[in-house]
């Protein structure tokens, strides 16, 4: 009876979860579609022809969010990974206000601290260029490694490691072949929750793009002030992608963890 | 021995990231705030933004309306997803994940959009209130966009973190809560009893962190009410950036100002939301 009354909820909530994208992908495709219809009455491939306009700006903005996004993604993992073995792995003094210190851009709006380093990056010409847009998002992506890392080197008890430094292998052997491989997983968790936050960044790459670094979240946004919702849907779609196809990716690597309940904390809502 | 040093070199480069980005930001921020920009002229230290910002009614709106938004928000998703969760801990655990992921990994932007086109006066809801006869024109739909209740805002809020709640509830639930609440059947409680007495108590510290989140997110978000919002009153974070975004570079210290009060008001969620957490962990 339990089991027959949580399917029905659970197709509720599959269905309410879906709702949004419903008139994403007919208007996406949608030639007239006039109220009340229910449906188009005409369909058209005007707007997949509008994002795939060879050297057009949707394909331009696209190529900025990924270079931006993966360029975010490596060196978010680079900085998140050492901090997290840190966190995680060791016990120290001063851990808990550490911990606060890389939490904080997290919890609090990155909006102020990058008003405040605008005047800064102005000075230093790094105000309108991609490696500026490139530096603000590591504000709210290295504390989302870092987080992630350490709780995957916290379960880590360390004994593999024990076990090949006492059968010789240096320092740097142990971290290689035993840690590494070990981590990879929660890596590429991180590195693509990196990306995505860079991805689906709006108000930091304005304020510091200042309009000149055109990412896809510029077209959207400008899209969806506009009365265009063929244009609007098929670049929504555009966007929506990556979180697609890293929702499959990190589903994958999350099967093994899974008694964890995904641990909450790595899915915050703050992808935005 | 290394040790320490070790730890400091493994911390270094996300700390510098952190260190200057964010702090430095900030602190750049709060210098800016009372006035203090060589770079223009300005070196005298006051605190006339903040008074003009605190003695306006302007900023009273703004701050009532960005706690409304968060604070509904926040409740709806949290009564929403505890609901979900109690009624999804018996099916499938890999579907219910998949599904509860999805809002999850869509940026904001990409929800409010979608939201727009299902609730707008032309949306898919006024095109199935019509093809139901409940309406004849877009008009007789109720207006849930750029509305002085938010709704469309709150909407998208509710559906991005419903699932961000429910699996934090959910993996409570899967853990020590359902072993006890077995237990509690066998002693003869209800089903209202089991859940009061014996599964709220333990999953509801989770709750509690996961709400702390929501609401300092949507307290400092920008994305979703600058897109689906009113142009007066608007949320903090909002008018912050309209400040900022102004010609007259007299209207900066006032931005920073307002961007100073977002942070202290969101720190003060985060140290909360710590302490709970660390609490959490102990327990």
Same mark, same amino acid.
């Given at each position: 009876?339990?089991?027959?009354?949580?399917?029905?909820?659970?197709?509720?909530?599959?269905?309410?979860?879906?709702?949004?994208?419903?008139?994403?992908?007919?208007?996406?495709f949608?030639?007239?579609?006039?109220?009340?219809?229910?449906?188009?009455?005409?369909?058209?491939?005007?707007?997949?022809?509008?994002?795939?306009?060879?050297?057009?700006?949707?394909?331009?903005?696209?190529?900025?969010?990924?270079?931006?996004g993966?360029?975010?993604?490596?060196?978010s993992?680079a900085?998140?990974?050492?901090?997290?073995?840190?966190?995680?792995?060791?016990?120290?003094?001063?851990?808990?206000?550490?911990?606060?210190f890389?939490?904080?851009?997290?919890l609090?709006?990155?909006?102020?601290?990058?008003?405040g380093?605008?005047?800064?990056?102005?000075?230093?010409?790094?105000?309108?260029?991609?490696?500026?847009?490139?530096?603000?998002?590591?504000?709210?992506?290295?504390?989302?490694?870092?987080?992630?890392?350490?709780?995957?080197?916290?379960?880590?008890?360390?004994?593999?490691?024990?076990a090949?430094?006492?059968?010789?292998? /240096?320092?740097?052997?142990?971290?290689?072949?035993?840690?590494?491989p070990?981590? *990879?997983?929660?890596?590429?968790?991180?590195?693509?929750?990196a990306?995505?936050?860079?991805?689906?960044?709006? *108000?930091?790459?304005?304020?510091?793009?200042?309009? /000149?670094?055109?990412?896809?979240?510029m077209?959207?946004?400008?899209?969806?002030?506009?009365?265009?919702?063929?244009?609007?849907?098929?670049?929504?779609? *555009?966007?929506?992608?990556?979180?697609?196809?890293?929702?499959?990716?990190?589903l994958?690597?999350?099967?093994?963890s899974?008694?964890?309940?995904?641990?909450?904390?790595?899915?915050?809502?703050?992808?935005? | 021995?290394?040790g =320490?040093?070790?730890?400091a %070199?493994?911390?270094?480069?996300?700390?510098?990231?952190?260190?200057?980005?964010?702090?430095?930001?900030?602190?750049?921020?709060?210098v800016?705030?009372?006035?203090?920009?060589?770079?223009?002229?300005?070196?005298?230290?006051?605190?006339?933004?903040y008074?003009e910002?605190?003695?306006?009614?302007?900023?009273?709106?703004?701050?009532?309306?960005?706690?409304y938004?968060?604070?509904?928000?926040?409740?709806?998703?949290?009564?929403l997803?505890?609901?979900?969760?109690?009624?999804l801990?018996?099916?499938?655990?890999?579907?219910?994940?998949?599904?509860?992921?999805?809002?999850?990994?869509?940026?904001?932007?990409?929800?409010?959009?979608?939201?727009?086109?299902?609730?707008?006066?032309?949306?898919?809801g006024?095109?199935?209130?019509?093809?139901?006869g409940?309406?004849?024109?877009?008009?007789?739909?109720?207006?849930?966009?750029?509305?002085?209740?938010?709704?469309?805002?709150?909407?998208?809020?509710?559906?991005?973190?419903?699932?961000?709640?429910?699996?934090?509830?959910?993996?409570? %639930? =899967?853990g020590?809560?359902?072993?006890?609440?077995d237990?509690?059947?066998?002693?003869?409680?209800?089903?209202?009893?089991?859940?009061?007495?014996? &599964?709220?108590?333990?999953?509801s510290?989770?709750?509690?962190?996961?709400?702390?989140?929501?609401?300092?997110?949507?307290?400092?978000?920008?994305? &979703?009410?600058y %897109?689906?919002?009113?142009?007066?009153?608007?949320?903090?974070?909002?008018?912050?950036y309209?400040?900022?975004?102004?010609?007259?570079?007299?209207? =900066?210290?006032?931005?920073m100002?307002?961007?100073?009060?977002?942070?202290?008001f969101?720190?003060?969620?985060?140290? %909360?939301?710590?302490?709970?957490?660390?609490d959490?962990? =102990?327990?």
């Open positions: 009876m339990g089991k027959k009354r949580s399917n029905a909820g659970l197709l509720v909530v599959t269905v309410l979860v879906a709702l949004p994208f419903v008139p994403l992908f007919l208007w996406a949608a030639g007239e579609w006039r109220f009340p219809d229910l449906l188009p009455t005409e369909w058209s491939l005007r707007g997949v022809a509008s994002v795939m306009e060879p050297g057009g700006r949707v394909l331009g903005a696209t190529l900025n969010s990924l270079l931006i993966m360029a975010v993604a490596v060196a993992v900085a998140g990974t050492p901090a997290g073995m840190a966190l995680g792995g060791y016990e120290w003094r001063f851990k808990g206000a550490v911990i606060f890389v939490l904080l851009p997290i609090v709006p990155p909006l102020a601290s990058t008003m380093v605008h005047l800064t990056f102005i000075r230093l010409g790094l105000a309108d260029t991609a490696f500026g847009v490139f530096l603000v998002h590591l504000v709210p992506t290295v504390p989302y490694t870092a987080i992630i890392m350490t709780s995957i080197f916290a379960e880590r008890t360390g004994e593999a490691e024990e090949a430094r006492t059968l010789g292998a /240096n320092p740097w052997q142990t971290f290689v072949h035993v840690t590494l070990e981590v *990879v997983p929660g890596v590429a968790v991180a590195g693509l929750f990306f995505l936050i860079s991805w689906g960044q709006y *108000v930091l790459t304005i304020l510091i793009g200042g309009g /000149n670094v055109v990412t896809l979240p077209l959207l946004f400008s899209a969806a002030s506009g009365n265009d919702p063929v244009i609007t849907s098929s670049l929504a779609i *555009v966007f929506a992608l990556p979180a697609v196809l890293a929702l499959v990716v990190a994958h690597f999350l099967r093994s899974e008694r964890d309940g995904g641990n909450g904390f790595v899915g915050l809502g703050k992808v935005s | 021995m290394g =320490r040093l070790k730890i %070199l493994l911390l270094a480069p996300a700390l510098v990231v952190i260190g200057i980005l964010f702090a430095g930001g900030l602190v750049s921020a709060v800016q705030s009372v006035g203090y920009m060589p770079a223009i002229g300005q070196t005298r230290v006051s605190l006339d933004a008074r910002v605190l003695s306006g009614g302007d900023f009273l709106d703004s701050f009532l309306l960005t706690v938004i968060a604070g509904v928000s926040t409740a709806v998703s949290t009564v997803a505890v609901l979900a969760a109690m009624t801990r018996r099916s499938s655990g890999r579907l219910s994940a998949v599904v509860f992921q999805l809002p999850i990994t869509i940026p904001h932007l990409l929800a409010a959009v979608g939201i727009a086109l299902v609730v707008s006066q032309t949306g898919l006024a095109r199935l209130a019509a093809a139901l409940l309406i004849g024109q877009p008009r007789e739909f109720p207006a849930l966009l750029y509305d002085r209740y938010s709704a469309g805002i709150i909407l998208t809020y509710v559906w991005k973190e419903v699932p961000f709640v429910a699996l934090v509830v959910l993996a409570a %639930l =899967r020590v809560a359902g072993e006890l609440e237990v509690a059947r066998t002693l003869g409680a209800n089903t209202w009893q089991r859940f009061w007495y014996v &599964v709220f108590p333990v999953i510290p989770g709750i509690v962190a996961a709400s702390l989140l929501v609401f300092a997110f949507t307290f400092g978000a920008f994305e &979703v009410p %897109l689906l919002g009113r142009t007066y009153p608007t949320i903090l974070p909002v008018m912050a309209n400040e900022y975004k102004d010609v007259e570079l007299s209207a =900066r210290p006032v931005a100002a307002i961007n100073v009060l977002i942070s202290l969101t720190a003060i969620f985060a140290a %909360l939301y710590l302490r709970l957490a660390r959490l962990g =102990r327990g």
